[in-house]
T-cell receptor
Framework: NAGVTQTPKFRILKIGQSMTLQCTQD?????MYWYRQDPGMGLKLIYY???????DKGEVPNGYNVSRSTTEDFPLRLELAAPSQTSVYFC???????????????FGAGSRLTVL | GNSVTQMEGPVTLSEEAFLTINCTYT??????LFWYVQYPGEGLQLLLK?????DKGSNKGFEATYRKETTSFHLEKGSVQVSDSAVYFC?????????FGQGTRLTINP
């Protein structure tokens, strides 16, 4: 039972480059989320999805894009990377409303991104 | 909107000391409340939760009681261990999203 899998674990980008952080879950969860965690800080929500084909912005969506073509996958795209996007990124998922444990998030191990 | 406020860290204690990490919230309706823990180099994991007023969540010796009258969900442990060193996040459930506090870094010295 893999849970939430994120790749890559580490990545260094140059300013202006683009990349995609991958997130896959095998729990058939409807809801998926992307957070960023800056050093010594809490979590900020970037984007979330309540099901395949549906995405919505969180607190800090600028500079990012997402898609949700399947229930399992929720990739996060960084366009034109900037030093301000240096952070640790966490993907998380949870079941839909009405399911057991509906509000409990399962997190991935994180992807550490450095933009130089 | 919904919000969570945690006591600022870092918190440093000696082994076997009593721990309290304060958490207060602002919310409409009746949210569920959570404590998540993040060990070094890892993602967050659920520590405990409470789904209605006066519920007590507990796990691994940690406890927190959902107090609607004081809008609080303070985390307590009677005797901390070095292995409890981590960052602790209080959170509440909104309609579609969880709202997290800023986290409290806890260090336990032997």
């Amino acid at each position: 039972n893999a849970g939430v899998t994120q790749t890559p674990k580490f990545r260094i980008l140059k300013i202006g480059q683009s990349m995609t952080l991958q997130c896959t879950q095998d729990m058939n969860h409807n809801y998926m989320y992307w957070y960023r965690q800056d050093p010594g800080m809490g979590l900020k929500l970037i984007y979330y999805s309540v099901g395949a084909g549906i995405t919505d912005k969180g607190e800090v969506p600028n500079g990012y894009n997402v898609s949700r073509s399947t229930t399992e996958d929720f990739p996060l795209r960084l366009e034109l990377a900037a030093p301000s996007q240096t952070s640790v990124y966490f993907c998380a998922s949870r079941p839909g409303q009405g399911a057991g444990g509906a509000n409990v998030l399962t997190f991935g191990a994180g992807s550490r991104l450095t933009v130089l | 909107g919904n919000s969570v406020t945690q006591m600022e860290g870092p918190v440093t204690l000696s082994e076997e000391a009593f721990l309290t990490i304060n958490c207060t919230y602002t919310a409409t309706g009746y949210p569920s409340l959570f404590w998540y823990v993040q060990y070094p180099g890892e993602g967050l994991q659920l520590l405990l939760k409470a789904t209605k007023a006066d519920d007590k969540g507990s796990n691994k010796g940690f406890e927190a009681t959902y107090r609607k009258e004081t809008t609080s969900f303070h985390l307590e442990k009677g005797s901390v261990q070095v292995s409890d060193s981590a960052v602790y996040f209080c959170a509440l459930s909104g309609a579609q999203k969880l709202v997290f506090g800023q986290g409290t870094r806890l260090t336990i010295n032997p």
